[in-house]
């Protein structure tokens, strides 16, 4: 392992590989990633694989243009072979006028930033969801330029182009500690040897916290546990994700494969530790709120089931940019959306560490900055769960 970087990467996900890229694609020669397991042993080798627009404020709006775009390009781009992406949407069902309302709105916004969204009727909602059960629902937004890809790929595809420009990645290494001298980061430690630095950027997702602590830096991110199930194969029919943000607060996506992949965020989550193990209380509660949207789930068996975190802050937003503790110290940590919002952290943390202007307007990436929380300027998006 190299004893010296201009910058060292902590953490081989989504966000930390594509940062590394990022870096070396604004010239810098000498990066260092350093992964406590292997690539992606995290949130990113264990989410639901979607992409999205459909959000509701300016600055998530910004994130899913510059991650979209990248995406689009991303093979060509690294010479990777095939990241699955495919553009299947997501349909957001209203249940009654105020989530109408709401819905409408966004697509107003998100077509303000080139997105192909729309407002469906229940008719609409199910010519593309054939399966969901329009009843209880008076509408719906649909996008055709999001949908769903393989997070694995994209992490490998991103960590191969970084090594070819020069980066390198050392799996198997924790980040045990830092050196700060006078407020200033001056190397990083890890039992495999320590690495001399001036830069480090906290690319550790969930356990971004953590890493934060080690350097004497306060980061407001909680891991929370989610967890995620598959069912066994049927026919394929593509087929928007069903998220159902405003009654039951699940997401229901079939696969390529014809497993139906579900989850839902328990506001009886746990959080504040790491914690892999799925409980069958889940299977029930999931159960419960799937079969009344999609009837025929009820019949399927659901054979793997896995827990994995998000890194959520108080905004469920993202953090990039220094910190007013240490001197050299970034981060890049996506919170709830980082297989999504991948591209654009790495894009952006790469140009905070190094200096450069943002490739977002200013408002929007002071938005994206630590010292919103101190000042109490927390932006809340009403298309997220
Ligand atoms: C069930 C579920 C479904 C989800 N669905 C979606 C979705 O559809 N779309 C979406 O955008 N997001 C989704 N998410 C959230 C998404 O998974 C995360 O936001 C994202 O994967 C985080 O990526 P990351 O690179 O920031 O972190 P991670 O992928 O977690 O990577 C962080 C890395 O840091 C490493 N690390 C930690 N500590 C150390 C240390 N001391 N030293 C060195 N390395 C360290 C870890 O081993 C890890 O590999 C989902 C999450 C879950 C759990």
Same mark, same amino acid.
Request: proline share 5%; with cysteine.
């Given at each position: 392992m190299r004893k010296t970087a201009d910058v060292v990467v902590v953490g081989g996900g989504i966000a930390g590989t594509s940062t590394a890229y990022h870096l070396t694609k604004l010239g810098v020669k000498n990066v260092v990633l350093v992964e *406590? *397991?292997?690539?992606?042993? $995290?949130g990113s080798g264990r989410c639901a694989a979607m992409y999205r627009q459909q959000f509701a404020t300016e600055s998530n709006l910004w994130l899913a243009k510059l991650s979209s775009e990248e995406y689009y390009r991303l093979e060509e781009e690294? $010479?990777?072979?095939?990241?699955?992406?495919?553009?299947?949407g997501y349909l957001l069902p209203a249940y009654n006028k105020e989530n109408e309302e709401q819905l409408k709105s966004n697509v107003a916004i998100q077509k303000e930033f080139g997105f192909d969204s729309y407002y469906l009727d229940p008719k609409g909602c199910k010519e593309v969801s054939p399966y969901l059960n329009t009843d209880e629902i008076i509408g719906g937004s649909y996008n055709t330029g999001e949908g769903c890809l393989n997070p694995m790929k994209v992490a490998l595809a991103y960590k191969a182009a970084a090594m070819r420009n020069g980066a390198e990645f050392n799996n198997y290494t924790p980040v045990t500690g830092f050196d700060v001298q006078g407020g200033k980061i001056k190397g990083v430690k890890t039992p495999n040897g320590d690495i001399a630095t001036d830069c480090v950027i906290n690319a550790?997702?969930?356990w971004g916290k953590f890493i934060g602590r080690m350097a004497g830096v306060s980061i407001p991110l909680e891991p929370e546990k989610h967890q995620i199930v598959v069912t066994e194969p049927v026919e394929y029919i593509k087929a928007p994700m069903i998220y159902s943000l405003y009654k039951y607060f699940t997401y229901i996506i079939q696969v390529k494969h014809g497993g139906f992949l579900m989850g839902w965020s328990d506001a009886d989550v746990k959080a504040g530790i790491i914690d892999f193990e799925p409980e069958w209380k889940f299977l029930e509660n999931l159960a419960k709120r799937i079969v009344p949207q999609v009837p025929a789930l009820g019949n399927l068996n659901v054979i793997r089931h896995w827990a994995g975190q998000y890194g959520n802050l108080p905004d469920h937003g993202i953090l990039v940019g220094g910190v007013p503790e240490v001197e050299g110290f970034y981060m890049a940590l996506g919170a709830t959306k980082a297989t999504m919002f991948g591209p654009a952290l790495g894009t952006l943390a790469a140009e905070a560490a190094l200096g450069e202007k943002p490739s977002v307007p200013e408002d929007i990436f002071q938005t994206y900055l630590i010292d919103r929380f101190a000042k109490g300027e927390l932006i809340f998006d009403k298309a997220l769960l």
């Open positions: *406590q *397991q292997y690539t992606p042993f $995290g690294t $010479g990777c072979e095939d990241i699955e992406l495919s553009k299947c550790a997702g969930e």
